[in-house]
Antibody
Framework: QVQLQESGPGLVKPSETLSLTCTVS????????WTWIRQPAGKGLEWIGR???????NYNPSLRSRLTMSVDTSKNQFSLNLSSVTAADTAVYYC????????????????WGQGTLVTVSS | DIQMTQSPSTLSASVGDRVTITCRAS??????LAWYQQKPGKAPKVLMY???SLESGVPSRFSGSGSETEFTLTISSLQPDDFATYYC????????FGPGTTVDMK
């Protein structure tokens, strides 16, 4: 069974960098696409971006200038760095695995972590 | 961006009702559409993919239809566990989600 677990600071100051890590069990990080999604309180879902095990990434155009994703195959983890954060970045952040069917370039999301709340505040 | 809309935003229903949620895309996405169910404080769970395919383990009372720009999710007989918020997501281009439809108790 594939399981994902987000970790990282729950509070980040404005203008600083938000850093989160997702630890994967039950699957190899070297395969499949690994995705970050966020959800502000009471609002809908926003796709942040994804990274393949090789390190190739695709980002949401609206966040691209502030976003970096990476993978650590030795730890079976992938990470998110979002720079210059503001209150608008306050949200529950989810990591997820894209579907493994080789039918389309982008994926729907088969497995999700439980989510972690990140608050941007001084 | 491909914009996704959903209707209604809220739907009040009773156990046993047939429930239909509509999702529309701002441009053609073929059949690259997924539906998710989310309960308060929980991660979304995928129900349908490629518009009409039922994810493994999901009850058969859920079904999907549509293509190109208009899609529906139908629950044939609403069960107590189905009161939740439902999101559509297109993955023809970089993924975008609909705003959600909340199914609550009438």
């Amino acid at each position: 069974q594939v399981q994902l677990q987000e970790s990282g600071p729950g509070l980040v100051k404005p203008s600083e960098t938000l850093s989160l890590t997702c630890t994967v069990s039950g699957d190899s990080i070297s395969r499949n696409y690994w995705t970050w999604i966020r959800q502000p309180a009471g609002k809908g879902l926003e796709w942040i971006g994804r990274i393949y095990g090789s390190g190739s990434a695709n980002y949401n155009p609206s966040l691209r200038s502030r976003l970096t994703m990476s993978v650590d195959t030795s730890k079976n983890q992938f990470s998110l760095n979002l720079s210059s954060v503001t209150a608008a970045d306050t949200a529950v952040y989810y990591c997820a695995r894209g579907d493994s069917r080789a039918e389309t370039y982008y994926k729907y999301l088969e497995y999700w972590g439980q989510g972690t709340l990140v608050t941007v505040s001084s | 961006d491909i914009q996704m809309t959903q209707s209604p935003s809220t739907l009040s229903a009773s156990v046993g009702d047939r429930v239909t949620i509509t999702c529309r895309a701002s441009q053609s996405i073929g059949r690259w559409l997924a539906w998710y169910q989310q309960k308060p404080g929980k991660a979304p769970k995928v129900l349908m993919y490629k518009a009409t395919s039922l994810e493994s383990g999901v009850p058969s009372r859920f079904s999907g239809s549509g293509s190109e720009t208009e899609f529906t999710l139908t629950i044939s007989s609403l069960q107590p566990d189905d009161f939740a918020t439902y999101y559509c997501q297109q993955y023809n281009n970089y993924p975008t989600f609909g705003p959600g439809t909340t199914v609550d108790m009438k």
